[in-house]
């Protein structure tokens, strides 16, 4: 069953504590992204990657880190220096970042405790 | 610049009548434009994708689009809207050239169905 999973569902970070949010895909995309949804607002991109060892900032990528060890995975690591992060955030791939479509993961709700 | 406006943050109809959901979108070419689908606490569906071939768009579920170079638009529509299809839904630009990975979101419109 082809498809992106992201875990966990919810995710509690306490004061100072570094996060990391998982995404695996096993559609053999090449690219990944990783977007952040605030209430009323659309997705602002946070970090993608276009191919395995290689990844280039977004719009809003200050506190947060990635890598791309695997084609398949594309972790997320939300860093301490992230001062709100209490969102929803949700992974993505396609084929290639040449204009192609992005499908999505079901998202990781991160809540600060 | 490229940019996305839903004109409606929410829209709620009844179940059996027709849903119409607008975006307008602001770019210098014509882009690849999206609608997706988002259900409580879930990631994003893809209903239907225009680039550049027919300007009436199906998509799943019985959702449709139809593209207007110009008035710039890319307005959803449903002939007969389902409890199922209670959601938010985003219109969605895919940027071209350099930025050619790029999607820029609209913020939204929350369709409520009422029984």
């Known amino acids: 069953d082809g498809g992106i999973t992201q875990s966990p569902k919810y995710l509690f970070r306490k004061e100072g504590q570094n996060v990391t949010l998982s995404c695996e895909q096993n559609l053999n995309h090449d690219a990944m992204y990783w977007y952040r949804q605030d209430p009323g607002q659309g997705l602002r991109l946070i970090y993608y990657?276009?191919?395995?060892?290689?990844?280039q900032k977004g719009d809003i990528a200050e506190g947060y880190s990635v890598s791309r060890e695997k084609k398949e995975s594309f972790p997320l690591t939300v860093t301490s220096a992230q001062k709100n992060p209490t969102a929803f955030y949700l992974c993505?791939?396609?084929?290639?970042?040449?204009?192609?479509?992005?499908?999505f993961g079901p998202g990781t709700r991160l809540l600060v405790l | 610049a490229q940019s996305v406006t839903q004109l409606d943050s929410h829209v709620s109809v009844s179940e059996g009548t027709p849903v119409l959901l607008r975006c307008n979108y602001s770019?210098?070419?014509?882009?690849?434009l999206f609608w997706y689908v988002q259900h409580p606490n879930k990631g994003l569906q893809l209903l239907l994708k225009?680039?550049?071939?027919?300007?009436l768009v199906k998509g799943i579920n019985g959702f449709e689009a139809e593209f207007k170079k110009s008035e710039t638009s890319f307005h959803l529509t449903k002939p007969s809207a389902h409890m199922s299809d209670a959601a938010e839904y985003f219109c969605v630009a895919l940027g071209s050239g350099g930025s050619n990975y790029k999607l820029t979101f609209g913020k939204g419109t929350l369709l409520t169905v009422n029984p």
């Open positions: 225009y680039t550049s071939a027919a300007t």
């Open positions: 770019s210098s070419y014509s882009p690849s």
């Open positions: 993505a791939s396609s084929v290639g970042t040449a204009g192609e479509t992005q499908y």
């Open positions: 990657s276009q191919i395995v060892n290689d990844f």
